[in-house]
């Protein structure tokens, strides 16, 4: 394993330790207390799925006109609304300039689901720890991108270091595809060719089915150079 790809597992297994040091999971609704161990595990599950990314660190919005804030909607909505929203996704799936809120039904457990909606409807409060990683941007631009890649939350769904597995069983390979070895980089032989990827996303359908989001107009020119350099990194 080369340092870059050992830099993402030590991230990830960062995030995964933070999470873990809140509790476990609970039923669905949580509870409204910032202290309430749903209401803390949904807040951390927030910064791991990448929700902050697009709707903004404790859901306050400011990062795209099209993705809305969280601290005004989660009060209107019910706990099957936000709860259909998360496994199924939300968005123009069929215009790729516009962002797309991923099919997160077959990624997400349960109770993680009933933990987001738990701090949703808490209105979001801050809790310790619950806070993006941190982008390193003076070590060049491939570290910066190990980082981005757990901070948009690629790792969720292709896995650490790219490796890809993570069940999707109604697409044509049964899996989420990996984002290394000789098939990746057949096919995305340039970089105009990854970054078009990232920002167009697949949205090949509904749950069960997982989608990779549409990041045109989330993730800047900078990052996506920067996760570029990374996965090129991968073996």
Known sequence: MNRTAAAVVLLALGIALVVASTGCGGEEGGGTNPSDTHVAMGAHNFVQF????CHGEQGRGGVSADVPALTE??????VAQLTTIINHGLGESANPQKPYMPVWGSVISRSQVNDLVAYI???????????????????????????????????????PSGLGGVPNPLAEDKTIPSLSGQDFRHEF??????????????????????????????????????????????K
């Open 73 to 78: 909607v989660g009060k209107t909505l019910t």
């Open 121 to 159: 409807r808490a209105g979001l409060p801050e809790v310790v720890g619950a806070t993006p990683v941190s982008v390193p941007r003076d070590q060049g631009p491939a570290v910066a991108g190990a980082a981005l890649y757990v901070r948009y939350g690629c790792i969720n769904c292709h896995g």
């Open 189 to 234: 032989n340039t970089n105009a060719k990854i970054v078009e990827m990232i920002r167009s996303g697949s949205v090949i359908g509904k749950a069960p089915i997982a989608s990779m989001p549409h990041w045109g107009g989330i993730i800047p020119d900078v990052d996506l150079a920067e996760l570029v350099a990374y996965l090129k990194t991968l």
């Open 50 to 53: 990448a929700c902050s990314s």
